[in-house]
């Protein structure tokens, strides 16, 4: 059973980081692409970010761009979301999402129907 684990979020003010995980089970971590994305209240759900099972591809919106990083640690099973000088803007859950595992395909996906798994999310916000 693969499980998405989530954790980092909390409530920051304007300017501040923070630093998301996601624990991954259950799969072949280091043949899956990895994303993060973000859902507002009354929004749908937008890509953030993703990093490509070698960790040699990302990509973000560009929303994010210069102030987020992805990265991951395939020997732990875990991705990273470095968010930097955030903004009121930013506040959502963020979820982490896996591909299916694709060791012909090293890409970053940035399409939700791309990705096969979901955690739960971790609520992010911040105040002005």
């Known amino acids: 059973q693969v499980q998405l684990v989530e954790s980092g979020g909390g409530l920051v003010q304007a300017g501040d980081s923070l630093r998301l995980s996601c624990a991954a089970s259950?799969?072949?971590?280091?043949?899956?692409?990895m994303g993060w994305f973000r859902q507002a209240p009354g929004k749908e759900r937008e890509f953030v970010a993703a990093?490509?099972?070698?960790?040699?591809?990302?990509r973000f919106a560009d929303s994010v761009k210069g102030r987020f990083t992805i990265s991951r640690d395939n020997a732990k099973n875990t991705v990273f979301l470095q968010m930097n000088s955030l903004k009121p803007d930013d506040t959502a859950v963020y979820y982490c999402?896996?591909?299916?595992?694709?060791?012909?395909?090293?890409?970053?996906?940035?399409?939700?129907?791309?990705?096969?798994?979901w955690g739960q999310g971790t609520q992010v916000t911040v105040s002005s």
């Open positions: 999402a896996a591909a299916d595992e694709s060791p012909y395909h090293d890409r970053a996906y940035d399409r939700k129907n791309e990705y096969a798994y």
């Open positions: 990093i490509a099972w070698s960790g040699g591809f990302t």
């Open positions: 259950g799969l072949t971590f280091s043949r899956c692409g």
